[in-house]
């Protein structure tokens, strides 16, 4: 029989591993951004076609997010076998279209950040501070992506890249379900009864916030790299943008975490957020020096990287279901496939960036219904 201070630090051994394999899954979401122009030279893809890989890669993620229901133990090892096969088929296939593969990429993805995100939630004593947690570990992530794959260039292929990734993953998972499956069961019976309890329907305004807030990071991160290297006729400026957005990104909710700012109200954090974001967005269209373009992909991403977890941590405390997943799910799906189908249609990435510039304009006008239901909901 197990004392409660071995179950204590089972409990902490797996919250440690689960966290560790979201902060990988933001090295794999952003991967296909970062890499965009090899996967543009290795499929010979025009624009539009990228558009179509980043539309699908983000929908079957919007449809791991509603999967990920029920036993969430299961549905995490599910979407982690999952990546394995996509992310090994997309390391071998040369001759035929990947377009299938990114869709199932972006179901496992799904699965996995979403079915982590409840467990922990559920895990969590302070929630805000928890999903702020998680989401700076996926932006760690995320800001080691262009690092990683750049050392791994040097000695081997992408293909690599993606199976080793993989393979972490895989790993990590096996041991996070493994040290939980003890307590799977009464987990899964107490948030049967107790996950929609006193909570109310998703605001339509809210989820058009959360959606554009998601469409604007993925977007942006989806195309910044190859904007950059188009303007600039250079493949390590691009690398060097999509580090500097991320790495703002990642700064963002790191300041946001701290417990001077966290004392803040969500509500001028997510303005000032939004604010910075809609700025630098426009400076990204307007600008083509290599600095002003650096100084606005810092700025997008310490604007609107603390946003997400403080939607996130409102949501999962406050209304139904997954559906917040869902609405992020789909505005990342949206507007990196509206970016590429318009510069596709116009021959100019340029103007492809109005999408993500707009997108940050009307996520700042609709912003002031939602933190003013949050200041109502909080007095």
């Known amino acids: 029989m197990m004392t409660s201070a071995s179950v204590l630090s089972r409990e902490r051994l797996n919250a440690t591993v689960l966290s560790i394999v979201f902060g990988l899954t933001g090295t794999a979401t952003v991967l296909p951004g970062v890499a965009l122009p090899l996967l543009l030279k290795r499929w010979s893809l025009h624009d539009s076609q990228a558009a179509m890989m980043f539309l699908l890669l983000f929908v079957g993620s919007s449809c791991g997010a509603l999967l990920a229901r029920g036993v969430l133990q299961r549905a995490l090892l599910a979407g982690t076998v999952l990546f394995v096969v996509a992310s090994s088929s997309l390391a071998m296939v040369h001759s035929i279209s990947p377009l299938p593969f990114f869709a199932l990429y972006g179901l496992s993805l799904g699965l996995m950040m979403t079915s982590i995100s409840l467990i922990r939630s559920r895990q969590a004593l302070h929630l805000s501070r928890t999903m702020n947690f998680m989401?700076?570990?996926?932006?760690?992530?995320?800001?080691?992506?262009?690092?990683?794959?750049?050392?791994?260039?040097?000695?081997?292929?992408?293909?690599?890249?993606?199976?080793?990734?993989?393979?972490?993953?895989?790993?990590?998972?096996?041991?996070?379900?493994?040290?939980?499956?003890?307590?799977?069961?009464?987990?899964?019976?107490?948030?049967?009864?107790?996950?929609?309890h006193g909570r109310v329907a998703l605001p339509l305004a809210f989820a058009i916030v959360t959606a554009l807030t998601t469409g604007v990071e993925s977007a942006v991160g989806s195309w910044l790299s190859t904007y950059v290297q188009r303007l600039q006729q250079s493949l390590a400026v691009g690398g060097i943008a999509i580090f500097v957005f991320w790495g703002g990104l990642l700064l963002g909710r790191a300041v946001h975490s701290t417990p001077i700012v966290s004392r803040w109200k969500n509500i001028f954090s997510v303005r000032v957020g939004f604010l910075l974001t809609?700025?630098?967005?426009?400076?990204?269209?307007?600008?083509?020096?290599?600095?002003?373009?650096?100084?606005?992909?810092?700025?997008?991403?310490?604007?609107?990287?603390?946003?997400?977890?403080?939607?996130?941590?409102?949501?999962?405390?406050?209304?139904?279901?997954?559906?917040?997943?869902?609405?992020?799910?789909?505005?990342?799906?949206?507007?990196?496939?509206?970016?590429?189908?318009?510069?596709?249609?116009?021959?100019?990435?340029?103007?492809?960036?109005?999408?993500?510039?707009?997108?940050?304009?009307?996520?700042?006008?609709?912003?002031?219904?939602?933190?003013?239901?949050?200041?109502?909901?909080?007095?």
């Not at 996926?138 to 050392?151: D, R, Y």
């Not at 970016?339 to 006008?365: D, E, H, N, Q, Y």
């Open 278 to 379: 809609a700025l630098a967005s426009v400076g990204l269209v307007l600008f083509s020096a290599k600095p002003l373009l650096l100084l606005c992909a810092a700025m997008i991403g310490f604007g609107i990287g603390p946003v997400y977890p403080i939607l996130l941590s409102i949501a999962v405390r406050r209304y139904r279901g997954n559906y917040v997943f869902l609405c992020g799910g789909i505005g990342a799906s949206l507007l990196p496939w509206l970016t590429g189908t318009l510069s596709g249609k116009a021959s100019s990435l340029r103007v492809g960036m109005l999408v993500p510039m707009v997108a940050s304009i009307v996520m700042l006008l609709f912003s002031r219904y939602v933190m003013d239901e949050e200041k109502a909901q909080t007095l």
């Open 135 to 196: 989401n700076l570990l996926w932006s760690g992530g995320a800001v080691a992506c262009p690092a990683l794959l750049a050392v791994c260039l040097r000695y081997v292929d992408m293909g690599v890249f993606f199976r080793g990734l993989a393979l972490c993953i895989l790993l990590l998972t096996m041991s996070a379900v493994l040290l939980g499956r003890w307590r799977g069961r009464r987990d899964n019976e107490r948030a049967s009864h107790h996950d929609d």
